[in-house]
């Protein structure tokens, strides 16, 4: 009768050790299964990374004009080109980049332009050009002939600098700055710059090239203030906003098509 008790009392010694031993390699799959998905975490992280990275965009605008696009008395960040390349940026991946090239200055008509453009090699491989010109012309009385023959000029190279492609261009209206302190709502200069926006719109109509409308922004400086630069006669950061309301859905088509 010993034998049989001795035997049984070593079998169930051997099958403790044995459960011991499964409950450590239970263990050790788990481990395993929990580094398994931790790895698979990571590889996700980086396949994101990756995928983020081959998305990021890397674009080049020229903005040709006056004082309106060099945003006379306002900061170099409120003007409307610095805006749109940061309203851009916002829509696409991080890392994405955009060199911003601004030719213009405060008093500049068409034929200032035109001489500062030829005075500098212009590269033809932008991804947009946005052309804001004609208030000087009409401030100083010039001859609206000499606009009419230098503003399609300023058109033919702008549509250059994007190699050709004119669906890349966003011309804008002239703002009427006679609705600001200085000038109180003065009748003749805003059916002056009436003419001169007719002849802009009727020319890009004509030659399919985009034209945006902010002038009717600049008209409400007198009832709303805010639209105003401090030196009460150039638009505001808050205008050129508006601007860019207008401008970046286009902007946007443009550089994705």
Same mark, same amino acid.
């Given at each position: 009768?010993?034998?049989? &008790?001795?035997?049984?009392?070593?079998?169930? %010694?051997? /099958?403790? @050790? $044995?459960?011991?031993?499964?409950?450590?390699?239970?263990?050790?799959?788990?481990?395993?299964?929990? #580094?398994?998905?931790?790895?698979?975490?990571?590889?996700?992280?980086?396949? $994101?990374?990756? &995928?983020?990275?081959?998305?990021?965009?890397? /674009?080049?605008?020229?903005?040709?004009? =006056?004082?309106?696009?060099?945003?006379?008395?306002? %900061? *170099?960040?409120?003007?409307?080109?610095?805006?749109?390349? =940061?309203?851009?940026?916002?829509?696409?991946?991080?890392?994405?980049?955009?060199?911003?090239?601004? #030719?213009?200055?405060?008093?500049?008509?068409?034929?200032?332009?035109?001489?500062?453009?030829?005075?500098?090699?212009?590269?033809?491989?932008?991804?947009?050009?946005?052309?804001? #010109?004609?208030?000087?012309?009409?401030?100083? /009385?010039?001859?609206?002939?000499?606009?009419?023959? *230098?503003?399609?000029?300023?058109?033919?190279?702008?549509?250059?600098?994007?190699?050709? *492609?004119?669906?890349?261009?966003? @011309?804008?209206?002239?703002?009427?700055?006679? /609705?600001?302190?200085?000038?109180?709502?003065?009748?003749? #200069?805003?059916?002056?710059?009436?003419?001169?926006?007719?002849?802009?719109?009727?020319? %890009?109509?004509?030659?399919?090239?985009?034209?945006?409308? &902010?002038?009717?922004? $600049?008209?409400?400086?007198?009832?709303?203030?805010?639209?105003?630069?401090?030196?009460?006669?150039?638009?505001?950061?808050?205008?050129?906003?508006?601007?860019?309301?207008?401008?970046?859905?286009?902007?946007?088509?443009?550089?994705?098509?």
């Amino acid at each position: 009768m010993k034998k049989p &008790i001795l035997s049984i009392f070593i079998c169930f %010694c051997l /099958f403790l @050790v $044995s459960c011991g031993s499964m409950n450590d390699q239970i263990e050790t799959i788990e481990e395993i299964d929990e #580094i398994k998905d931790e790895v698979v975490v990571i590889d996700a992280e980086l396949d $994101s990374t990756s &995928i983020n990275n081959s998305n990021t965009k890397s /674009f080049k605008i020229l903005s040709l004009g =006056d004082s309106y696009t060099i945003g006379q008395s306002v %900061c *170099e960040t409120c003007r409307y080109p610095s805006q749109l390349k =940061d309203s851009l940026l916002k829509k696409y991946p991080e890392g994405s980049t955009i060199d911003l090239k601004i #030719i213009a200055r405060t008093g500049w008509t068409t034929t200032d332009l035109i001489n500062a453009i030829n005075s500098q090699n212009i590269s033809n491989d932008y991804n947009l050009t946005t052309l804001l #010109i004609g208030v000087n012309n009409q401030y100083r /009385f010039s001859n609206m002939a000499v606009f009419q023959e *230098e503003f399609p000029l300023l058109v033919d190279t702008a549509i250059k600098a994007i190699g050709d *492609e004119k669906n890349k261009l966003i @011309v804008i209206s002239i703002p009427d700055y006679s /609705f600001t302190p200085l000038f109180k709502n003065n009748t003749y #200069i805003s059916k002056q710059i009436d003419n001169y926006n007719k002849f802009i719109e009727e020319y %890009c109509t004509k030659n399919d090239i985009t034209y945006v409308n &902010i002038t009717d922004i $600049s008209r409400e400086g007198l009832t709303n203030p805010n639209l105003v630069a401090s030196d009460n006669l150039h638009l505001s950061k808050l205008a050129y906003t508006k601007f860019i309301q207008r401008i970046l859905p286009l902007a946007l088509k443009k550089l994705n098509n």
